[in-house]
């Protein structure tokens, strides 16, 4: 997914005090943003000229303290062809010296009333997102309880009328049949639709329908962080499954481990009911409470008293 800066004047709620359409269209190639520091200084030797420029009260404040003639020289060699915008932060005052550089540079400069840390945080956080490389996944995600839980199987198994039914119980559809998932950082992974499906569930037999217009918005969500997978698969007597939950299966995606938990699917049986408890099962995992463990104890404690008695 590419990012321009008018793409992020309109997510940051950036005013922009120079700008032409065309400059406003300039794509955004990286999520780093700089603050400069030694090229105050006319220290050049590293510079990244195509990161996001942001000055906060530090850099502006040392600016001003500069002879107009130095302040226009500065500003002027941090303006290169590839640099995206440059922002100031707090509704500092802009100098006369940077819209000048800017116009003949051709870059955008854009003011934002947030503090600077909180809006380095903010931007830094959404170009992460839609920067970051997405991975295409056969599945269904769904929002379970505020949970991602990513839903796949062998084709036909029924992924997409559990995930249906899992509407009607009141959790909400992410994503169809491809999910785009992409790693915010190494333990973290989200999902999304890819745009041609969003909202949108291919059912056999029924066709294609829109989740949004038939149960209402609060039934889909735009994204989701994922959280566990659930590999649905044909119920075989000789198969092995697990039984007691201390199975620890787990699927890589975009360099992030996920959980996973296979459940067999057979004539009769609730999936979604399934799927809803192992969501819930695992969400308890994670706060500490472990059913099988408990299960564990109480038999090693059965186990001893009987031993005792026997004695």
């Known amino acids: 997914m590419s990012v321009t800066v008018r793409m992020l004047v309109d997510r940051i709620k950036l005013d922009v005090v120079y700008g032409t359409d065309q400059l406003l269209t300039k794509k955004i190639t990286t999520s780093d943003i700089s603050r400069p520091g030694l090229e105050m200084t006319g220290y050049f030797?590293?510079?990244?000229?195509?990161?996001?420029?942001?000055?906060?009260?530090?850099?502006?404040?040392?600016?001003?303290?500069?002879?107009?003639?130095?302040r226009y020289s500065v500003l002027k060699g941090m303006f290169q062809p590839q640099t995206p915008a440059i922002i100031v932060a707090r509704n500092l005052a802009i100098p006369e010296e940077m819209i000048q550089a800017a116009e003949e540079e051709g870059i955008a400069v854009l003011q934002s009333h947030v503090p600077t840390s909180r809006l380095s945080g903010e931007m830094s956080w959404y170009l992460d997102s839609c920067l970051a490389e997405?991975?295409?996944?056969?599945?269904?995600?769904?929002?379970?309880?505020?949970?991602g839980v990513l839903i796949q199987g062998d084709s036909g198994i029924g992924k997409s009328e559990t995930g249906l039914e899992l509407v009607k119980r009141g959790h909400r559809l992410v994503a169809d049949d491809r999910v785009d998932v992409y790693a915010k950082d190494e333990e973290t992974l989200w999902g999304e639709p890819a745009?041609?499906?969003?909202?949108?569930?291919?059912?056999?037999?029924?066709?294609?329908?829109?989740v949004m217009s038939l149960y209402g918005a609060s039934a889909v969500k735009d994204s989701s962080q994922v959280q566990l997978a659930i590999y649905l698969e044909n119920f075989e007597?000789?198969?092995?499954?697990?039984?007691?939950?201390?199975?620890?299966?787990?699927?890589?995606?975009?360099?992030?481990?996920?959980?996973?938990?296979?459940?067999?699917?057979?004539?009769?049986?609730?999936?979604?009911?399934?799927?809803?408890?192992?969501?819930?099962?695992?969400?308890?995992?994670?706060?500490?409470?472990?059913?099988?463990?408990t299960f564990e104890d109480r038999l090693t404690n059965l186990i001893n008293r009987n031993e005792v008695s026997d004695d």
């Open 45 to 70: 030797d590293y510079y990244a000229p195509e990161r996001i420029q942001l000055l906060g009260m530090k850099e502006w404040s040392y600016l001003t303290q500069m002879t107009s003639h130095n």
């Open 134 to 147: 997405r991975t295409s996944v056969h599945g269904v995600l769904m929002d379970i309880y505020g949970m």
């Open 195 to 210: 745009e041609i499906l969003r909202h949108l569930l291919e059912i056999r037999g029924v066709g294609i329908i829109d």
């Open 237 to 293: 007597r000789d198969k092995v499954f697990d039984r007691l939950g201390n199975g620890n299966e787990e699927i890589e995606l975009s360099g992030v481990k996920l959980p996973r938990i296979r459940i067999p699917v057979k004539t009769g049986r609730n999936v979604s009911v399934v799927i809803e408890a192992a969501a819930m099962n695992y969400r308890a995992k994670q706060m500490g409470y472990d059913a099988t463990q």
